[in-house]
C-alpha cells in the first residue's frame, strides 16, 4: 500500500457524460500528479499539481480538467467522454518536485 | 522529444532463470531513473531508483538495475526469478531539468512459469 488513494475503483458510464475522479496523496505530499494508462498509449503524464498549483501540463485533452483543494486532494474532472476515454487513470503524489512519485490504485474508468 | 525505450515487450522464462530487462533514454542531461512493477489488477509499485552515486542499485525482492551513463541505458535484473515476479515491468525517466513528470517506457511483461 502506497498510502495514496484514488476513489472510485471502477466506474462505468456512457458517451457524453461527465466524471470526477478523486486521489488522496500521502500524508505530507505536496505534489499531486495524473497519469492515463491505455493498451495504445501507454502510461501517459496528463497534469501535475504542487501545493494547489498548477506546475505543468501533459498529453491532457482540454475536455479534462483538474484541481488540488487547500487539503491538497486532487480531482480530475472527465467532460463529454469518449470511447477512446476508457483507461486506468492514476494518481501520484511525492513530498516535493524531486522526489520519488507513488502511485495509487488507480481508477478503470470505461465508457459505453 | 525525450522517450524511454524498452525493446523486449514480453518475457518468458522458468523458474530460477536469470533476467535482464532492457531500459534505454534519450535525453542528454541528468536524470533520475526508476523502474516500476505492476503485478495483475494492481497499481504501480517501485522497485529501485537511482538519483546519483553508485551506478549499481539495489532495489526491492532481489532486483537491481545499473546505470550506464555513456549507454544511456538502466537495466532491470534479478539473478534468479520467481513464479510471483510474473507482472509488468516500467522503466521511467524524470529530467532533472523538468521533474514534473515521469517519461514511461511501454513496459515488459515478464511471465515466469514453475
Known amino acids: 500500500d502506497s498510502g495514496v488513494t484514488q476513489t472510485p475503483k471502477h466506474l462505468i458510464t456512457a458517451t457524453g457524460q461527465r466524471v470526477t475522479l478523486r486521489c488522496s496523496p500521502r500524508s505530507g505530499d505536496l505534489s499531486v500528479y495524473w497519469y492515463q494508462q491505455s493498451l495504445d498509449q501507454g502510461l501517459q503524464f496528463l497534469i501535475h499539481?504542487?501545493?494547489?498549483?498548477?506546475?505543468a501540463k501533459g498529453n491532457i485533452l482540454e475536455r479534462f480538467s483538474a484541481q488540488q483543494f487547500p487539503d491538497l486532494h486532487s480531482e480530475l474532472n472527465l467532460s463529454s467522454l469518449e470511447l477512446g476515454d476508457s483507461a486506468l487513470y492514476f494518481c501520484?503524489?511525492?513530498?516535493?518536485?524531486?522526489?520519488?512519485?507513488?502511485f495509487g490504485p488507480g481508477t478503470r474508468l470505461t465508457v459505453l | 522529444a525525450q522517450s524511454v525505450s524498452q525493446h523486449n515487450h514480453h518475457v518468458i522464462l522458468s523458474e530460477a532463470a536469470s533476467l535482464e530487462l532492457g531500459c534505454n533514454y534519450s535525453y542528454g542531461g541528468t536524470v533520475n531513473l526508476f523502474w516500476y512493477v505492476q503485478y495483475p489488477g494492481q497499481h504501480l509499485q517501485l522497485l529501485l531508483k537511482y538519483f546519483s552515486g553508485d551506478p549499481l542499485v539495489k532495489g526491492i525482492k532481489g532486483f537491481e538495475a545499473e546505470f550506464i551513463k555513456s549507454k544511456f541505458s538502466f537495466n532491470l535484473r534479478k539473478p534468479s526469478v520467481q513464479w510471483s515476479d510474473t507482472a509488468e515491468y516500467f522503466c521511467a525517466v524524470n529530467p532533472i531539468s523538468n521533474t514534473d513528470k515521469l517519461i514511461f517506457g511501454t513496459g515488459t511483461r515478464l511471465q515466469v512459469f514453475p
Open positions: 499539481y504542487y501545493n494547489g498549483e498548477e506546475r
Open positions: 501520484a503524489s511525492s513530498i516535493d518536485l524531486t522526489d520519488t512519485q507513488y
